[in-house]
């Protein structure tokens, strides 16, 4: 059984900083991409940030030069560094790993986190 546990959300002002955790756990063989999305109500789904594991990142548009992933392989944590935080970044962020497993490779999801900025 693998987990996604994810940690650090809350409410800030705009300008302030906030940052995510995600730990995975369980039966893990190997972590390839881990990411972070969010979802705004009213919104699909969206790509926030992502990184392989070889510290390859990838950044949405809406968020470059703001937030920044990095992620502690021996810990199997990926993390998002949030700052100068707009209301428009209110939204649940969810954490996303692929992870192989004794039972084969599969994406799995956290149980979300809530973000909200306050204008």
């Known amino acids: 059984q693998v987990q996604l546990v994810e940690s650090g959300g809350g409410l800030v002002q705009a300008g302030e900083s906030l940052r995510l955790s995600c730990a995975a756990s369980?039966?893990?063989?190997?972590?390839?991409?881990m990411g972070w999305y969010r979802q705004a109500p009213g919104k699909q789904r969206e790509l926030v940030a992502d990184?392989?594991?070889?510290?390859?990142?990838n950044y949405a548009d809406s968020v470059k030069g703001r937030f920044a992933i990095s992620r502690d392989n021996a810990k199997n944590t990926v993390y998002l560094q949030m700052n100068s935080l707009k209301p428009e970044d209110t939204a649940v962020y969810y954490c996303?790993?692929?992870?192989?497993?004794?039972?084969?490779?599969?994406?799995?999801w956290g149980q979300g986190t809530q973000v909200t900025v306050s204008s």
């Open positions: 990184i392989t594991s070889g510290a390859y990142t």
């Open positions: 996303n790993a692929l992870i192989s497993s004794p039972r084969g490779r599969s994406r799995y």
């Open positions: 369980g039966s893990i063989v190997s972590i390839n991409t």
